[in-house]
């Protein structure tokens, strides 16, 4: 038997495990296993590879997604470039080498997200807003970059990006596509939003929220308000999980 799993603090509403579960029931895929394994530090992730001598594969979730850095003995050129990693191999020699399929995941939902076939107009002129500047956020930059799509980081820390408080009707005019890569408003929290005024939205605005759970967030929910275009991070999930799973079943 060969296992995966989901590494990452906390892993309770994770989408991950059931996906997996229902994939390899669909498609008669016997010989392999997903598992979810909470950690409280990343520095555990020794003791779990010890633990569990068959792990072939991890997906790597908040907040571990910089911090595993340290424990891969190669990465792939895009995590490198990104320095973040959302997928481990487990190679037989005990050797880890980091991916990031999230750069996958993101790119193919923004295109739905962007009228699909339609998108390579709508972006002529499109900016974007990006929440957050944890590991997520390095993969959506990094994607903005190779869609030539301009953006500005959005955070509570002067030094990394604007200032929530300093946005204006300007900025969000002029930055039509907003994307939350924090974790706010992830189930049970889910009255939570990043502090951005809502109130200069209008229907010109696409909301990308990168989290699943609830389907509607309260960061969707003011785009709808505003007749926004919006999409959560379930399609962006799905993208990248068949992305992991193409680079385990072939290592």
């Given amino acids: 038997m060969k296992q995966l799993g989901l590494i990452g603090n906390p892993l309770k509403h994770s989408f991950s495990k059931k996906y997996f579960a229902e994939k390899f029931a669909k498609e008669g895929i016997e010989d392999w296993h997903y598992d979810l394994y909470p950690l409280d530090s990343i520095d555990h992730l020794p003791s779990l590879l010890k633990d569990i001598p068959n792990l072939v594969g991890l997906n790597v979730t908040i907040p571990y997604k910089q911090l595993a850095l340290k424990y891969m003995h190669e990465l792939d050129k895009d995590a490198a470039d990104i320095g973040a990693i959302n997928t481990i191999v487990i190679k037989a020699n005990g050797k880890l080498k980091g991916y990031n399929t999230d750069v996958i995941g993101f790119q193919h939902s923004l295109i739905e997200l962007l009228d ?92 990308f929220d990168l989290v699943y759970n609830p389907e509607k967030t309260l960061f969707l929910q003011h785009g709808i308000n505003h007749s926004a275009k919006t999409m959560n991070g379930a399609l962006m999930l799905k993208f990248q999980a068949e992305a992991s799973w193409d680079i385990w079943k072939k290592a």
């Fill in 116 to 207: 699909g076939d339609k998108y390579k107009d709508e972006i002529k002129d499109l900016q974007a807003l990006v929440l957050g500047t944890g590991g997520a956020a390095k993969a959506i930059v990094y994607t903005l970059k190779k869609l030539n799509i301009p953006y500005k980081l959005v955070s509570r820390n002067p030094e990394r990006g604007i200032l929530y408080e300093n946005l204006d009707e300007k900025i969000v005019q002029n930055h039509q596509l907003i994307i939350n890569s924090t974790p706010l408003g992830t189930f049970p929290n889910i009255n939570q939003a990043p502090p951005f005024p809502f109130q200069y939205l209008s229907k010109e605005h696409f909301l």
